[in-house]
């Protein structure tokens, strides 16, 4: 006698043929393949967010199947192609905005929005339009996605979507090296711990911060009447290796960059005197809190979470220049510019204990993991880096 059992798979039926085996012999392989049959899309796959969760999630789960979609117009994105073919991960050259190049055949478990034009700076200039359709325009099109293939949606969105105004006056002292949060604060959402997820929104943002807002809100729609189960993790300064450090976005990756080349750096505004403060998150940590949320999906199902490196890993750009300074070996000249640029905040750092008491999670990194690392990768791989980050 034989015991037949027929698994569904992609295409065809494949067939185990059991002869009289006990029942955990045969039930074995079923639970080992529903497990490890998951399907997750990253959008924004070849930026340093999307191309680092796609990587590790490959090396923690090698029998997923990891697909990176991007439209590589980051300058240094197109680096991250080979490392992710040769890791067994499937790369699609696609744009967000385009809604035909999200008509795919596969469907998936899990996407992943990572896609994002992240800079502050680029909604005020001529750069508006794209922030919108990337941003915006761009998430709707993955949203459908999402619906039609019955995929949990995992959000990447920002602390800029808590307001400029508010942020700009909510209470602080000046200590020696940095801004410091008071006790006493007139706001709600804010203590010194940092920002947490009632702090007002009430106030413009920025053109970026608007159009994260506005998909958060488009994501509960979609929960609502097209049925996609969602996280959103707001997350401040992402930091780590692999990140294409600007002036506008990627600040310390750029920071250490200047002194690994003995470039010269900048402070601007609020005196000049470099301290303004944010807190760090590893793109590390940031992985553990996507992989605690992909199989932990009920614990986070509509819920919309804080998500950064906190106090604990909080620093002011007069402090970054000293750990710089300490792990390169190397000093630079430094430049003070006075004036405020618009758009720009003293202090964030956030307030994590709302995802904490959801997840157990919680940074393991602190800004001196996170400066060795890019240091590290730096010193690696300097003369493919020195044309994208000396200039």
């Not at 399907?39 to 796959?45: A, N, V, W």
């Not at 680029?122 to 998430?139: D, K, R």
């Amino acid at each position: 006698m034989y015991y037949i059992c027929r698994l569904g798979a992609l295409k065809n039926y494949i067939w185990f043929v059991c002869d009289l085996l006990p029942a955990y012999l045969i039930i074995a392989p079923l639970v080992f393949y529903e497990v490890n049959n998951i399907s997750i899309l990253i959008t924004g796959g070849c930026g340093f967010i999307g191309s680092n969760l796609s990587l590790l999630l490959k090396e923690k789960y090698p029998f997923y199947s990891v697909t990176a979609l991007d439209n590589l117009k980051r300058r240094g994105s197109e680096l991250n192609i080979s490392r992710l073919k040769a890791a067994g991960i499937e790369f699609i050259h696609g744009d967000i905005r385009n809604r035909e190049d999200l008509e795919l055949d596969k469907k998936f478990d899990y996407i992943i929005d990572a896609a994002a034009e992240p800079s502050v700076m680029a909604g005020m200039g001529a750069a508006l339009s794209y922030v919108i359709n990337t941003n915006l325009t761009g998430t709707i099109n993955t949203l459908e996605l999402a619906a039609r293939s019955g995929a949990k949606f995992i959000f990447l969105s920002t602390s800029r979507v808590y307001p400029i105004e508010h942020l700009e006056h909510i209470n602080y002292t000046e200590g020696a090296t940095r801004f410091e949060l008071s006790a006493e604060q007139t706001l709600a959402g804010v203590s010194e711990r940092g920002i947490a997820e009632n702090f007002p929104l009430d106030k413009a943002r920025s053109v970026y911060g608007s159009t994260k807002l506005a998909s958060e809100l488009m994501i509960e729609e979609f929960r609502e009447f097209f049925d996609v189960q969602y996280v959103i993790n707001r997350c401040g300064v992402i930091a780590g290796p692999y990140q294409m450090g600007k002036v506008d976005q990627g600040v310390i990756t750029l920071w250490v960059a200047r002194h690994y080349w003995k470039k010269d750096i900048a402070y601007f505004g609020y005196g000049g005197t470099g301290k303004q403060v944010r807190d760090a998150l590893h793109i590390f940590d940031l992985f553990d809190l996507v992989d605690f949320e992909i199989h932990n999906f009920d614990r986070v199902n509509g819920k919309t979470l804080n998500a950064g490196g906190g106090m604990g890993s909080s620093v002011s750009l007069q402090e970054l220049t000293r750990v710089c300074e300490e792990i390169t070996g190397n000093k630079v000249g430094s430049q003070s510019v006075l004036e405020n640029r618009k758009g720009d905040i003293p202090l964030y750092v956030t307030d994590n204990t709302k995802i904490i008491r959801e997840t157990g999670w919680q940074p393991k990194r602190d800004i001196n993991n996170i400066i060795g690392d890019i240091f590290s990768w730096i010193n690696k791989n300097e003369q493919q880096l020195k044309p994208i980050l000396d200039s």
